[in-house]
């Protein structure tokens, strides 16, 4: 595992943007913000790395679903919820996917629980985007059931289909 891989505080924190409770403890114990559930806030979170501090994979790898090359983060209330082996998720858990061509990142694909109930996937805020400049014309940046949950919705563990632990 590389990076703060492995681990994980008690998630708290206060609500920012509808992403619900975030933050736990991060790399060297700092607090984590939380995950944005809108689509400026988020991209400019993106953007600007805040979300490095997280659980993260050592390298990019070939994904097993249709995101091409990737490279997963955690945040630590999915992390917490996924070494417990949770069937469901607190709100404000998040998993981030940095998206790569060859080596190039190009984009983000994020989830967000919202909600306390997963609700078929309308409890989940779904974000990506193909570019790191403008954030202005995502593929996707809403909640609810959709491309992204039907996929999700199979398989893993309450929408959730990174391999933990993380490599």
Same mark, same amino acid.
């Given at each position: 595992?590389?990076?703060?891989? #492995?681990?994980?505080?008690?998630? #708290? ?18 607090? /984590?913000?939380?995950?944005?559930? +809108?689509?400026? /806030? ?6 600007? @790395? !805040?979300?490095? #501090?997280? $659980?993260? /994979? %050592?390298?990019?790898?070939?994904? =097993?679903?249709?995101? %091409?090359?990737?490279? =997963?983060?955690?945040? $630590?209330?999915?992390?917490? !919820?996924?070494?417990?082996? %949770?069937? %469901?998720?607190p709100q404000g858990s998040a998993a981030i996917k940095e998206l790569y061509s ?13 909600? $306390?109930?997963?609700?078929? @996937? $309308?409890?989940?805020?779904?974000? /990506?985007?193909? !570019? +790191? +400049? ?9 909640a609810g059931p959709n491309f992204c949950s039907n996929c999700h919705k199979n ?6 289909? +990174? ?5």
């Amino acid at each position: 595992m590389g990076g703060a891989a #492995g681990q994980a505080g008690a998630s #708290g924190g206060a609500d920012q943007a509808g992403a619900g409770q975030g933050g736990g403890a991060g790399a060297g114990g700092a607090p /984590e913000p939380p995950v944005p559930a +809108t689509k400026d /806030e988020l991209f400019a979170f993106l953007k600007a @790395g !805040s979300y490095k #501090g997280f $659980a993260g /994979e %050592s390298k990019v790898h070939a994904s =097993t679903g249709p995101h %091409s090359n990737v490279r =997963t983060y955690l945040n $630590a209330p999915l992390v917490a !919820s996924l070494q417990a082996g %949770s069937s %469901s998720h607190p709100q404000g858990s998040a998993a981030i996917k940095e998206l790569y061509s060859g080596n190039q990142l190009i984009g983000w694909a994020v989830d967000v629980k919202t909600a $306390a109930d997963s609700q078929n @996937g $309308a409890g989940w805020y779904w974000y /990506e985007v193909f !570019s +790191t +400049t403008d954030g202005s014309s995502p593929i996707i940046s809403n909640a609810g059931p959709n491309f992204c949950s039907n996929c999700h919705k199979n398989g893993g563990s309450d929408f959730v289909l +990174t391999p933990f632990p993380l490599q």
